[in-house]
């Protein structure tokens, strides 16, 4: 049996891109209100597992979650659609890291793709005995991975000061 890499080609280990997560969900008649519409809660759920993965590829830990920033929720989601969720991690602070989720939904028979929803989350990773345990610092490519990095430490003093924390990697 072959061990192949996790990793295309050339892909730095700690890039945002290589533990980049995207999940797709079909809503059931199961994940719906009696309007048809899925429940905000199913949608929570969704978000937080594709978060988690993405904090455990990037740290190679069991990630918790430690804390939830606000989610809105713009646009209802309906049963029958598809909903795609897009989650990176932002930026590493010691044992806890920032991870970002975009939500979509998709109509397959109008072939239309609508973001719904965005939200943060705060992960801890944790060794085999349940201590936070730190991580490697995210590599950004991107101009949008470099915003996120700058923006994730604002979000972190707002949610619970940095410390000694500087914008220095
Ligand atoms: C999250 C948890 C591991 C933190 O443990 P702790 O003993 O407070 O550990 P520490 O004080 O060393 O904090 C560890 C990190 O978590 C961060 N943290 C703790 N509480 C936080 C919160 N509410 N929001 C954001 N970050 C938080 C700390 O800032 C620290 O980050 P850093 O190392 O990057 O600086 C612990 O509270 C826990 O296990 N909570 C339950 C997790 C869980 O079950 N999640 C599922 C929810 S139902």
Known sequence: MSNDSLLPDGMA????????????ELVLPND?????????GRLMHMMDIAMAIAAARHSGLVCVTASVDRIDFHHPIRLGQ???????????????????????????????RTHTNSAYMTFV??????VPTPSSQVITETEDEHRRFREALERRE??????????DR
């Not at 280990?13 to 797709?24: C, D, G, K, N």
């Not at 991690?89 to 998709?106: D, H, Q």
């Not at 990773?125 to 349940?130: A, D, F, Q, R, V």
């Not at 707002?158 to 914008?167: E, L």
Request: with cysteine.
């Open 125 to 130: 990773g944790l060794n085999e005995n349940g």
């Open 32 to 40: 719906t209100n009696q309007l048809g519409n899925l429940l905000g």
């Open 82 to 112: 598809v909903v795609v969720l897009r989650s990176s991690v932002n930026r590493v602070f010691r044992t806890s890291m920032e991870v970002g989720v975009k939500v979509y939904c998709e109509d397959i028979r109008q072939g239309t």
């Open 13 to 24: 280990r700690h890039s945002v891109r290589a533990s980049q997560v995207e999940m797709t």
């Open 158 to 167: 707002r949610r619970v000061g940095t410390g000694r924390m500087t914008d």
